[in-house]
């Protein structure tokens, strides 16, 4: 999988205050979340389909509320790639639908620069660099594809594993 797009580059401890402040939690509207999405640190934010977040260590800290995984994947953004994701986040992420790839290539964009990610093989390919980031296991790939993890469930409800199966069979 190839994302293509221009960076938005942020620093280490990017929490989840930031990318979706609380005051917009009283919604279920997802439309909401993406238009206030990054808000907390960066009011300029307004991603084009396929953008890239480039950010630090510890990106989507703080509490483990999905709204802000959800807020940056329908404010488009292709990908995040930050050199360590704090663990809720990443599970969100992967949930909701959200490409991420830790890598450490926050040295090496600037903000709006064209950046190239590929996912399976967990490649950050820059203007100055290519670098060699993690590669999500085969599994997780595929929920991504799938569009998260409730979409992928409803297009393999057998995978779910030997006890799940045993209970479609009743």
Same mark, same amino acid.
């Given at each position: 999988m190839l994302i293509r797009g221009n960076v938005w580059k942020y620093g280490d401890n990017i929490n989840t205050d930031l990318i979706i402040p609380g005051k917009y939690l009283r919604t279920t509207d997802v439309s909401v979340f993406a238009e206030h999405a990054m808000e907390g640190i960066d009011k300029d934010f307004s991603p084009l389909t396929g953008d890239v977040?480039?950010?630090?260590?510890?990106?989507?800290?703080?509490?483990?509320?999905?709204?802000?995984?959800?807020?940056?994947?329908?404010?488009?953004?292709?990908? %995040?790639? *930050?050199?360590?994701?704090?663990?809720?986040?990443?599970?969100?992420? +992967?949930? =909701?639908? /959200?490409?991420? %790839?830790? *890598?450490?290539?926050?040295?090496?964009?600037?903000?709006?620069?064209? +950046?190239? =990610?590929? /996912?399976?093989?967990?490649?950050?390919?820059?203007?100055?660099?290519?670098?060699?980031?993690?590669k999500l296991p085969k599994f997780l790939l595929e929920i991504l594809a799938d569009g998260g993890l409730v979409e992928y469930r409803k297009r393999h409800p057998r995978s779910a594993g030997p006890e799940t199966a045993d209970l479609q069979r009743v």
């Amino acid at each position: 999988m190839l994302i293509r797009g221009n960076v938005w580059k942020y620093g280490d401890n990017i929490n989840t205050d930031l990318i979706i402040p609380g005051k917009y939690l009283r919604t279920t509207d997802v439309s909401v979340f993406a238009e206030h999405a990054m808000e907390g640190i960066d009011k300029d934010f307004s991603p084009l389909t396929g953008d890239v977040i480039v950010a630090g260590k510890n990106f989507g800290c703080g509490s483990s509320r999905e709204q802000a995984a959800l807020a940056l994947k329908h404010a488009k953004i292709g990908c %995040v790639v *930050a050199r360590s994701f704090a663990r809720i986040f990443f599970r969100n992420a +992967i949930n =909701v639908g /959200l490409p991420i %790839v830790e *890598a450490d290539a926050l040295d090496f964009v600037d903000k709006g620069d064209e +950046i190239e =990610v590929d /996912l399976s093989a967990g490649l950050v390919i820059t203007r100055t660099r290519v670098v060699q980031g993690s590669k999500l296991p085969k599994f997780l790939l595929e929920i991504l594809a799938d569009g998260g993890l409730v979409e992928y469930r409803k297009r393999h409800p057998r995978s779910a594993g030997p006890e799940t199966a045993d209970l479609q069979r009743v």
